[in-house]
């Protein structure tokens, strides 16, 4: 993706002391260093080998000369386009952008309506992302109806916008690294989205307005477009983070119980119905319902196919690969190995399983095992075997982090 940025801060308007100049050149200063940063990869609206410098309180001819004069546009080329400052309304569904001021101390405007023609007149930019931190802009949404796409976050709809909050809450989305369990990042997209972007900006707007009427609002649909890859970073260890009753945490346990000495049937079926991470429920008396039989020799299926499990004279011990496998620091690693190259044959690999299950949810399909396989026969004609092991297998992937945990459980429920 070529992506261009256009940064304007204006604070010239007569009788408006706020936003000061210093704070629109603090904010506009801030999105410098971002660039600079590199790890968004935004260049300047003329070369996009340059850092993009910003503009304050520019004349509407120096806008329309910066894109006349943008090289190397295509229908891949995506333009931010950043301002902050203030606005008027203007008619029922536009503002007048106030760039400065006239020799005269008037206001030096121009319609935000005419910004978006300027773009389609003489850009030619593929796709538009418009962040916009003034008063009333939110009316103006009709005005880009004319782009095919585009996504635009307004600091607020027809209310007031104070004193930069919205360019506070965009700017610290955009510089904060990433983190653990990162609420920008989409699960689905394995991203930064602009949308992500925009709802971590509106969520400080709304715990820092003190009190004051500003609601930043969104439209357009390129929102879901990644500004920046995160893609899921899957940690060889077991994932401490699950509950120990999910179908991952169960499948280690029984691994545990089965070395431990519970090498009949019924012994590991009484280890079960005494340890609590099996419990399904307790009534008003205090009756206990415990993992049912017929579930655990599921688990036991799996363990068996991954090469985990063998059962000489009826027996039950662990492979040598099946007690590698118990060391927490690798159990993350080696169940996803399994799953892969054991229970799924190598019919399908992690990658096409991904790819399957998000055009499941994109078309509104639930991805139970049924439709995966369905779904995968015929997208990418390959056949997932669907005996008890591979359903198990399905349930062990959300904990692996392998689908990215967050989005992954409403994939595939864990076993409460």
């Given at each position: 993706?070529?992506?261009?940025?256009?940064?304007?801060?204006?604070?010239?308007?007569?009788?408006?002391?706020?936003?000061?100049?210093?704070?629109?050149?603090?904010?506009?200063?801030?999105?410098?260093?971002?660039?600079?940063?590199?790890?968004?990869?935004?260049?300047?609206?003329?070369?996009?080998?340059?850092?993009?410098?910003?503009?304050?309180?520019?004349?509407?001819?120096?806008?329309?000369?910066?894109?006349?004069?943008?090289?190397?546009?295509?229908?891949?080329?995506?333009?931010?386009?950043?301002?902050?400052?203030?606005?008027?309304?203007?008619?029922?569904?536009?503002?007048?952008?106030?760039?400065?001021?006239?020799?005269?101390?008037?206001?030096?405007?121009?319609?935000?309506?005419?910004?978006?023609?300027?773009?389609l007149e003489?850009?030619?930019?593929?796709?538009?992302?418009?962040?916009?931190?003034?008063?009333?802009?939110?009316?103006?949404?009709?005005?880009?109806?004319?782009?095919?796409?585009?996504?635009?976050?307004?600091?607020?709809?027809?209310?007031?916008?104070?004193?930069?909050?919205?360019?506070?809450?965009?700017?610290?989305?955009?510089?904060?690294?990433?983190?653990?369990?990162?609420?920008?990042?989409?699960?689905?997209?394995?991203?930064?989205?602009?949308?992500?972007?925009?709802?971590?900006?509106?969520?400080?707007?709304?715990?820092?307005?003190?009190?004051?009427?500003?609601?930043?609002?969104?439209?357009?649909?390129?929102?879901?477009?990644?500004?920046?890859?995160?893609?899921?970073?899957?940690?060889?260890?077991?994932?401490?983070?699950?509950?120990?009753?999910?179908?991952?945490?169960?499948?280690?346990?029984?691994?545990?119980?089965?070395?431990?000495?519970?090498?009949?049937?019924?012994?590991?079926k009484q280890a079960?119905?005494?340890?609590?991470?099996?419990?399904?429920?307790?009534?008003?008396?205090?009756?206990?319902?415990?993992?049912?039989?017929?579930?655990?020799?599921?688990?036991?299926?799996?363990?068996?196919?991954?090469?985990?499990?063998?059962?000489?004279?009826?027996?039950?011990?662990?492979?040598?690969?099946?007690?590698?496998?118990?060391?927490?620091?690798?159990?993350?690693?080696?169940?996803?190995?399994?799953?892969?190259?054991?229970?799924?044959?190598?019919?399908?690999?992690?990658?096409?399983?991904?790819?399957?299950?998000?055009?499941?949810?994109?078309?509104?399909?639930?991805?139970?095992?049924?439709?995966?396989?369905?779904?995968?026969?015929?997208?990418?004609?390959?056949?997932?075997?669907?005996?008890?092991?591979?359903?198990?297998?399905?349930?062990?992937?959300?904990?692996?982090?392998?689908?990215?945990?967050?989005?992954?459980?409403?994939?595939?429920?864990?076993?409460?």
């Amino acid at each position: 993706m070529d992506r261009r940025a256009l940064i304007i801060g204006a604070w010239q308007a007569p009788n408006r002391p706020e936003p000061s100049p210093q704070k629109i050149i603090s904010i506009t200063s801030r999105w410098k260093r971002v660039f600079e940063a590199g790890r968004f990869e935004f260049g300047s609206l003329s070369n996009k080998e340059i850092v993009p410098e910003p503009l304050h309180n520019p004349e509407y001819s120096t806008i329309v000369s910066e894109v006349e004069n943008a090289s190397g546009v295509s229908a891949d080329t995506e333009l931010l386009f950043f301002f902050v400052g203030h606005s008027v309304s203007y008619g029922a569904d536009d503002v007048k952008l106030i760039l400065g001021t006239t020799k005269d101390g008037e206001d030096r405007t121009v319609r935000l309506g005419t910004i978006v023609d300027t773009f389609l007149e003489h850009g030619h930019f593929g796709s538009y992302v418009f962040i916009l931190d003034s008063c009333h802009v939110g009316r103006a949404k009709p005005a880009f109806q004319k782009l095919e796409k585009w996504y635009s976050m307004f600091g607020a709809g027809d209310e007031y916008a104070f004193d930069t909050a919205f360019s506070e809450g965009v700017l610290k989305a955009f510089e904060r690294d990433i983190q653990k369990n990162d609420h920008r990042i989409d699960r689905r997209s394995e991203g930064i989205t602009y949308q992500k972007l925009f709802q971590e900006a509106r969520a400080h707007v709304l715990k820092t307005n003190n009190g004051r009427n500003q609601e930043p609002i969104d439209a357009g649909g390129y929102g879901n477009a990644v500004v920046l890859e995160v893609p899921p970073r899957v940690s060889d260890a077991f994932n401490t983070f699950t509950s120990p009753r999910t179908v991952y945490g169960r499948v280690h346990r029984l691994m545990e119980m089965i070395h431990e000495g519970a090498s009949s049937l019924s012994a590991l079926k009484q280890a079960v119905h005494s340890d609590a991470d099996f419990l399904l429920k307790k009534d008003k008396k205090g009756v206990a319902t415990y993992v049912s039989s017929k579930r655990i020799k599921s688990y036991l299926a799996f363990l068996r196919k991954s090469g985990w499990l063998v059962q000489p004279k009826g027996t039950m011990v662990l492979t040598k690969e099946g007690i590698d496998a118990l060391d927490r620091s690798v159990f993350n690693r080696d169940v996803l190995e399994v799953i892969e190259k054991k229970i799924f044959e190598g019919r399908v690999t992690f990658s096409v399983l991904d790819i399957v299950i998000k055009d499941l949810l994109d078309n509104m399909i639930p991805p139970t095992p049924a439709n995966i396989r369905a779904r995968a026969i015929r997208t990418k004609s390959v056949v997932l075997p669907l005996d008890a092991a591979s359903r198990i297998a399905l349930q062990i992937l959300p904990s692996t982090g392998r689908f990215g945990k967050g989005a992954a459980d409403a994939i595939f429920p864990p076993e409460r």
